[in-house]
T-cell receptor, first 114, second 111 residues
Framework: DGGITQSPKYLFRKEGQNVTLSCEQNLNHDAMYWYRQDPGQGLRLIYYSQIVNDFQKGDIAEGYSVSREKKESFPLTVTSAQKNPTAFYLC?????????????FGDGTRLSIL | KNEVEQSPQNLTAQEGEFITINCSYS?????LHWLQQHPGGGIVSLFM???GKKKHGRLIATINIQEKHSSLHITASHPRDSAVYIC?????????????FGTGTRLQVFP
């Protein structure tokens, strides 16, 4: 079955460490997204990519980096510059650059600081 | 003020009750989405609509574009419906389907 796989489900980071969250999709979708979810807040967009080798900053990109070398993969790195990284991170994908396409979500990664 | 507001924030119901969750938005939109987030965190897309009404099983979603308002109804609610329901809108922007999310409605259905 097609879908989005995020790994790991739980991740712990020491202060000053970079960590990378994995997101893979086999839906043949062009567009991929990373969101952050904090208690009591709506999902906020970190980065998105509409096509391979291209990505744009979302609303809260500071302290994060991404790459899109393959269509099916969109890893997110949480750098040491992100001062409050503890959150739930969700990856999503959609068919492509058309307004109003439904997004398919992964099961998320919960990141905590040790 | 958030661009997408949901009410109520929390909702409890007895099994079998009819449930309504509301979503109001303040921006021009191309589509509105209803999403379901289960306790483990994964999100499932329930509906995407730009006008009128859609039905899937016991779930019904309606939208009134003029009033900038949408409702999600659950008929004959069941404990397995317990989840967070999230409203999101696709803004009127070209060449992207970025979503603006509400903060969600936490529903608990008791047997």
């Amino acid at each position: 079955d097609g879908g989005i796989t995020q790994s790991p489900k739980y991740l712990f980071r020491k202060e000053g460490q970079n960590v990378t969250l994995s997101c893979e999709q086999n839906l043949n979708h062009d567009a991929m997204y990373w969101y952050r979810q904090d208690p009591g807040q709506g999902l906020r967009l970190i980065y998105y990519s509409q096509i391979v080798n291209d990505f744009q900053k979302g609303d809260i990109a500071e302290g994060y980096s991404v790459s899109r070398e393959k269509k099916e993969s969109f890893p997110l790195t949480v750098t040491s510059a992100q001062k409050n990284p503890t959150a739930f991170y969700l990856c999503a994908s959609s068919i492509g650059a058309s307004v109003g396409q439904p997004q398919h979500f992964g099961d998320g990664t919960r990141l905590s600081i040790l | 003020k958030n661009e997408v507001e949901q009410s109520p924030q929390n909702l409890t119901a007895q099994e079998g009750e009819f449930i309504t969750i509301n979503c109001s938005y303040s921006v021009g939109i191309s589509a509105l989405h209803w999403l379901q987030q289960h306790p483990g965190g994964g999100i499932v897309s329930l509906f995407m609509l730009s006008s009128g009404k859609k039905k899937h099983g016991r779930l019904i979603a309606t939208i009134n574009i003029q009033e900038k308002h949408s409702s999600l109804h659950i008929t004959a609610s069941h404990p397995r419906d317990s989840a967070v329901y999230i409203c999101a809108v696709s803004g009127l922007s070209y060449n992207t389907d970025k979503l603006i999310f509400g903060t969600g409605t936490r529903l608990q259905v008791f047997p």
